[in-house]
């Protein structure tokens, strides 16, 4: 019986060995997948960081590419499919130079570059990622790869970040010729001394011109129906006849829209919707003064903002205003008296309302191309004082929506367009520019200059992301 018990327990011990190294077999295996996958999301994880960065790198790039087409004619875009060094369109050097001397400056190019090298660095983690950028043609009917007629351009970005990932965007772009001076979309009504002046100093309405004082143009008044009045217009040194063109092709102002094309792409933004109302934010939405709490003024730098949450309206106040460009979920009133005529200060304003200007600046757009915004209506009344004829001096587009009012004196370098959209009342419950038997007015002593230099329109076709 002895030797029967210690034969069982020889059993016994042996199963127990076989279970105890399955389980650690088996614990084995499970950990051993654990860590697999564990090492498969990591690996994962990395990849989508490293090709989010990559995409953004070069969606900068379409960014960077864009900025400088629009400072190029539609006429010249031959030129920029032959600019670079081998004279070749969609070799990544397109834009490495400018088509023209004088559009840009070489800190401005984007370098040529390739799937190995070149282009413009410095971007990512650790500035090791790039971005270059190639253009050319769409080939329509007619057009060959370095001959453009319908301003219709591809251009491809791509870029490099950690890891060497890489993304790729493509953007179809339209252009369309140099803006005039001044574009009305409808009626206008002259009745100050306007001058018009530079290469493309042209003033058109797409409709009826009524000119009832006297206005004076570099090149010509045009309009999409008929000018009344026409014997008060003059031409170039406001003497002699001017020439007038009737009956002319209706000029499309560009529509933007103001929040989807401008939110959070400037250095500041002046709250006024909601729980934002009177509170300032930096351009990637950090909190930067709560002027709900301080007396409703913004005071930074000895520059002054007040908040009038009555007409949801920031009103710019004082001598003193930082470089920088501002985007009000409101209006904006410009009182102060800021800038030289020798040092202008370097600031955008764009609101989804309206923008009013009351005082005597001078200011040169730190935004590129726009120089004011407004997702409404722009009136313009700086007061002359003795001591200069200019109370508001600009290089950019100045753009409304809806209608612009000028008078006083100001000086405007750079296109005035009026989209003349839908005649409604801006953030706060007021119309400041409502239409006067359907004309827009423009009176005082006003000079608007564009020089031929100056790009025109650039229209987003399409966008996508190129896969491989």
Same mark, same amino acid.
């Given at each position: 019986?002895?030797?029967?018990?210690?034969?069982?327990?020889?059993?016994?011990?042996?199963?127990?060995?076989?279970?105890?190294?399955?389980?650690?077999?088996?614990?084995?295996?499970?950990?051993?997948?654990?860590?697999?996958?564990?090492?498969?999301?990591?690996?994962?994880?990395?990849?989508?960081?490293? !090709?989010?960065?990559?995409?953004?790198?070069?969606?900068?790039?379409?960014?960077?590419?864009?900025?400088?087409?629009?400072?190029?004619?539609?006429?010249?875009?031959?030129?920029?499919?032959?600019?670079?060094?081998?004279?070749?369109?969609?070799?990544?050097?397109?834009?490495s130079v400018p088509p023209t001397a004088g559009l840009w400056t070489t800190a401005e190019s984007i370098p040529s570059g390739s799937a190995t090298s070149g282009g413009l660095t410095g971007f990512g983690s650790g500035g090791n990622g790039r971005?270059?950028?190639?253009?050319?043609?769409?080939?329509?009917?007619?057009?060959?790869?370095?001959?453009?007629?319908?301003?219709?351009?591809?251009?491809?970005?791509?870029?490099?970040?950690?890891?060497?990932?890489?993304?790729?965007?493509?953007?179809?772009?339209?252009?369309?010729?140099?803006?005039?001076?001044?574009?009305?979309?409808?009626?206008?009504?002259?009745?100050?001394?306007?001058?018009?002046?530079?290469? !493309?100093?042209?003033?058109?309405?797409?409709?009826?011109?009524?000119?009832?004082?006297?206005?004076?143009?570099?090149?010509?008044?045009?309009?999409?129906?008929?000018?009344?009045?026409?014997?008060?217009?003059?031409?170039?040194?406001?003497?002699?006849?001017?020439?007038?063109?009737?009956?002319?092709?209706?000029?499309?102002?560009?529509?933007?829209?103001?929040? !989807?094309?401008?939110?959070?792409?400037?250095?500041?933004?002046?709250?006024?919707?909601?729980?934002?109302?009177?509170?300032?934010?930096?351009?990637?939405?950090?909190?930067?003064?709560?002027?709900?709490?301080?007396?409703?003024?913004?005071?930074?730098?000895?520059?002054?903002?007040?908040?009038?949450?009555?007409?949801?309206?920031?009103?710019?106040?004082?001598?003193?205003?930082?470089?920088?460009?501002?985007?009000?979920?409101?209006?904006?009133?410009?009182?102060?008296?800021?800038?030289?005529?020798?040092?202008?200060?370097?600031?955008?304003?764009?609101?989804?309302?309206?923008?009013?200007?009351?005082?005597?600046?001078?200011?040169?757009?730190?935004?590129?191309?726009?120089?004011?915004?407004?997702?409404?209506?722009?009136?313009?009344?700086?007061?002359?004082?003795?001591?200069?004829?200019?109370?508001?001096?600009?290089?950019?587009?100045?753009?409304?929506?809806?209608?612009?009012?000028?008078?006083?004196?100001?000086?405007?370098?750079?296109?005035?367009?009026?989209?003349?959209?839908?005649?409604?009342?801006?953030?706060?419950?007021?119309?400041?520019?409502?239409?006067?038997?359907?004309?827009?007015?423009?009176?005082?002593?006003?000079?608007?200059?564009?020089?031929?230099?100056?790009?025109?329109?650039?229209?987003?076709?399409?966008?996508?992301?190129?896969?491989?």
């Amino acid at each position: 019986m002895k030797k029967e018990i210690l034969k069982a327990g020889r059993k016994d011990t042996g199963a127990a060995l076989v279970t105890a190294i399955f389980a650690i077999l088996l614990a084995t295996l499970i950990g051993t997948a654990l860590h697999y996958i564990a090492n498969i999301s990591m690996t994962v994880a990395i990849n989508e960081r490293d !090709n989010t960065e990559a995409f953004y790198i070069a969606e900068a790039g379409i960014d960077h590419a864009v900025a400088l087409i629009r400072k190029v004619p539609k006429s010249k875009y031959n030129a920029v499919l032959t600019a670079g060094a081998n004279a070749q369109p969609n070799t990544g050097d397109e834009l490495s130079v400018p088509p023209t001397a004088g559009l840009w400056t070489t800190a401005e190019s984007i370098p040529s570059g390739s799937a190995t090298s070149g282009g413009l660095t410095g971007f990512g983690s650790g500035g090791n990622g790039r971005y270059w950028v190639s253009v050319k043609n769409d080939t329509g009917t007619g057009e060959t790869s370095t001959t453009d007629s319908n301003g219709i351009l591809i251009i491809t970005s791509t870029g490099v970040g950690r890891n060497g990932a890489t993304a790729i965007i493509e953007t179809v772009i339209k252009g369309s010729s140099p803006l005039p001076a001044v574009l009305i979309n409808g009626k206008a009504n002259v009745s100050g001394s306007v001058k018009i002046s530079g290469t !493309n100093g042209i003033f058109h309405a797409n409709d009826t011109l009524n000119v009832s004082g006297s206005a004076c143009a570099e090149q010509y008044f045009s309009t999409s129906v008929n000018v009344i009045n026409p014997g008060n217009v003059k031409g170039s040194g406001c003497s002699g006849a001017g020439v007038i063109r009737s009956g002319q092709p209706i000029i499309d102002p560009p529509i933007y829209n103001i929040r !989807n094309d401008f939110y959070g792409k400037t250095d500041y933004i002046l709250g006024a919707i909601g729980t934002k109302a009177g509170k300032v934010y930096t351009g990637a939405g950090v909190l930067v003064s709560d002027t709900t709490t301080g007396g409703n003024k913004w005071v930074k730098g000895g520059a002054v903002w007040i908040w009038d949450p009555t007409q949801k309206t920031w009103i710019q106040s004082g001598a003193t205003i930082l470089n920088a460009s501002y985007y009000s979920e409101g209006n904006i009133s410009i009182a102060g008296n800021f800038g030289t005529g020798t040092n202008p200060a370097r600031v955008s304003f764009i609101a989804e309302g309206c923008i009013y200007n009351a005082g005597k600046q001078y200011m040169a757009p730190i935004y590129d191309g726009f120089a004011m915004v407004a997702g409404t209506d722009i009136k313009l009344s700086g007061k002359l004082t003795a001591v200069s004829v200019e109370d508001l001096e600009l290089d950019g587009i100045t753009y409304a929506l809806h209608q612009v009012d000028f008078s006083g004196t100001p000086t405007l370098r750079g296109s005035v367009i009026a989209a003349n959209q839908a005649d409604t009342v801006s953030p706060g419950g007021f119309n400041l520019v409502p239409l006067n038997s359907g004309y827009m007015k423009i009176t005082g002593n006003p000079t608007f200059i564009v020089d031929g230099s100056i790009g025109g329109a650039v229209t987003n076709l399409s966008w996508r992301e190129v896969r491989r």
